[in-house]
């Protein structure tokens, strides 16, 4: 059973940081791309960022880039959001998701239930 749980989240001021956590379960961790998404109050989820099986390679959304890093422990299963110069626009419900491959381009499969960045002015 895959299972997907993200820790981290809270409040925090515009300018600050915070690193988000996702332990997974249920697959080979390393064998699969992982990735993060959010959604904010009243809209669609959105792509945040994503790594492939080695972390070798990243993909970040065009709002967070130069902002957000997403990194990986195969050895934890865990895959990990930093996120700095937080912004309000950047409040939202944060969650990983499981790649369907190695690779992020294949797309996701599995999504966490979340946990909840609320960044105030």
């Known amino acids: 059973q895959v299972q997907l749980v993200e820790s981290g989240g809270g409040l925090v001021q515009a300018g600050g940081s915070l690193r988000l956590s996702c332990v997974a379960s249920?697959?080979?961790?390393?064998?699969?791309?992982m990735g993060w998404s959010r959604q904010a109050p009243g809209k669609e989820r959105e792509f945040v960022a994503a790594i492939t099986w080695d972390g070798r390679t990243t993909s970040y959304a065009d709002s967070v880039k130069g902002r957000f890093t997403i990194s990986r422990d195969n050895a934890k299963s865990t895959v990990y959001l930093q996120m700095n110069s937080l912004k309000p626009e950047d409040t939202a419900i944060y969650s990983c998701a499981w790649g369907k491959s190695r690779y992020y381009s294949d797309g996701m499969d599995y999504w966490g239930e979340g946990t909840l960045v609320t960044v105030s002015s």
């Open positions: 249920g697959r080979i961790f390393s064998r699969y791309a």
